[in-house]
Structure formats: structure tokens, C-alpha cells
């Protein structure tokens, strides 16, 4: 690790007393034969009322707890990005995904809008004791008869974890 990589970690740890935080590396590469290099470092804080992360320098609140169906919170409360409100779906429900069963799960709509010309969805599906398990993107331009122009869908799903 660079001496950079350990200032910015020591940043990051600053002011987090009392606090349960993690530092995550995450890791890209360019092809499944080529080594992973480190991309960027994040900071994820939980604390008695959310949680909390950093990722280029921007804080966002992606859970608030309690947690409880139907309840809306603004993820942008603590930056000065415009008011994005997520939305608990599902709360304490059982999942299973053919591989893995999770005992309980909270699910969060995180945006969603359908009209004439468009199709946006974004939800994440975590479960106790794991974390996230799901996502799901998808961003569609249509004509006015449905048909896709353009735009893309991601599902992202934990197959396995130790």
C-alpha cells in the first residue's frame, strides 16, 4: 500500500470515535486474466440511526434504522446533492435465490419511474448478517408503442460468501 493510499485511510478513520466504521478496498481489472489493482478506497460507517458511506469524497445515507415498511429517507441528507428519497419495500422477508436462502431480507426502491418514454428502476436487496445481496438497474429510453430504443439493465446477485 502507498504511502497516499495510508494518508487517505488515515483520513478516512478521523472523527469516526464511536462509531463502527470499515475501510473497504475495492478492486477492478480489465479481463479475468489480468491481476486486480486497487481502484479506490470507501469508508462505511454504521451508527445507531443509519449508515453511512463515503465514496468520492460524496457521503450518502443508503439504510436508516429502524428500519420499517413504507418508510422514505432522504439518501443525500448529509451532501448537498438534490433530495433522493429511498423507500423500504420489504422488511424481514424471507429470500431465496436457487444457490443461497436468506432468513431476512430488507429490500429498498431507491428510484423508480415508468412513463411514455422511459423506464428507470433501482432497488438493492440486503439480508441480516450478509449485507447486500441484490441490485438492480435499469435505465430504458422507449418509443411511445414500448418498443426500446436504448439504455441498459443490471441485476448484480451474491452467489456464494464465507
Not at 111 to 129: C, D, K, P, S, V
Amino acid at each position: 500500500m502507498s504511502l497516499q493510499q495510508r494518508e487517505y485511510i488515515a483520513n478516512l478513520e478521523r472523527g469516526a470515535a464511536n462509531q463502527e466504521t470499515f475501510i473497504v478496498e475495492i478492486y477492478t481489472r480489465a479481463a479475468d486474466t489480468l491481476p486486480w489493482r486497487i481502484n479506490r478506497l470507501t469508508k462505511r460507517t454504521l451508527t445507531d440511526y443509519r449508515f453511512e458511506v463515503l465514496d468520492n469524497n460524496l457521503v450518502t445515507v443508503p439504510l436508516v434504522f429502524p428500519i420499517a415498511l413504507r418508510k422514505r429517507f432522504n439518501t443525500n441528507v448529509l451532501n448537498i446533492s438534490a433530495v433522493k428519497d429511498y423507500e423500504y419495500t420489504a422488511v424481514n422477508e424471507p429470500l431465496s435465490n436457487g444457490n443461497l436462502h436468506y432468513d431476512s431480507t430488507v429490500s429498498i426502491l431507491q428510484y423508480e419511474e415508468e412513463n411514455l418514454i422511459e423506464q428507470i428502476l433501482e432497488i438493492e436487496t440486503h439480508a441480516t448478517g450478509v449485507g447486500l445481496i441484490f441490485r438492480q438497474h435499469k435505465g430504458l429510453e422507449t418509443e411511445f408503442n414500448g418498443d426500446i430504443r436504448s439504455g441498459f439493465e443490471s441485476e448484480m446477485r451474491l452467489i456464494s460468501f464465507n
